[in-house]
């Protein structure tokens, strides 16, 4: 199956930096999400972005599909930003048929005051 | 806002013991997942939906089973806790089909088994 590597794998911030996260996938894909899980659990979807950029206030995403890898970028980090950043892909599929999200590992964000 | 909703939150059960996971969702979507999730291993899928009475296996569905009678509830069963069933599990539903099917998911459901 395809596999989604996110790098780093943990990242500790001081408020107000700057960050990029990574994330590369080893097949084609059709489909590219960004999720945050916050300390509490709960995953909220961030970007949809199969390829191009986006941008939703202090954070972008761009996808180069060709490539095989996505971007985050979170400009002046706040606290609340702190949690663990998903990447999932659906691969493009060969046939008809369901294809399924698969997830990275996370990278874990720390935000410190 | 689509919601999401899982029926419980914190759970704590015996091992042998049947355990319902309940989810509901108010956007009629056509999709729904459930997921667990476990420290390292990230999320994985154990069962999803594409349509009510319809249901596929995910990556990991050995010990647990699903049922779909309605379009907006989906739930997981596990028929005998074991231990290995410790974890969170997260419902996620969507709408459209390849390439177009972006989640929404629930709070979560931590699952103890003793």
């Known amino acids: 199956g395809i596999q989604v590597e996110q790098s780093p794998p943990d990242l500790i911030l001081q408020e107000g930096a700057n960050s990029t996260l990574r994330c590369n996938f080893s097949d084609s894909v059709n489909n590219l999400q960004w999720f945050h899980q916050n300390p509490w659990g709960q995953l909220i979807n961030l970007f949809y972005i199969p390829s191009g950029t986006k941008q939703n206030g202090r954070l972008s995403a761009t996808t180069v599909a060709t490539e095989r890898y996505s971007l985050l970028y979170i400009s002046s980090s706040q606290t609340t930003d702190s949690g663990v950043y998903f990447c999932?892909?659906?691969?493009?599929?060969?046939?008809?048929?369901?294809?399924?999200?698969?997830f990275g590992t996370g990278t874990r964000l720390l935000v410190s005051p | 806002d689509v919601k999401v909703t899982q029926s419980s939150r914190y759970l704590v059960k015996r091992t042998g013991e049947k355990v319902f996971l309940e989810c509901v969702q108010d956007m009629d979507h056509e999709n729904m997942f459930w997921y667990r999730q476990d420290p390292g291993l990230g999320l994985r899928l154990i069962y999803f939906s594409y349509d009510v009475k319809m249901k596929e296996k995910g990556d990991i569905p050995e010990g647990y089973s699903v049922s779909r009678e309605k379009k907006e509830r989906f739930s997981l069963i596990l028929e005998s806790a074991s231990t290995n069933q410790t974890s969170m599990y997260l419902c996620a539903s969507g709408q459209g089909g390849s390439g177009a099917n972006v989640l929404t998911f629930g709070a979560g459901s931590r699952l103890t088994v003793l």
């Open positions: 999932a892909v659906e691969r493009s599929p060969m046939n008809t048929g369901f294809q399924k999200l698969v």
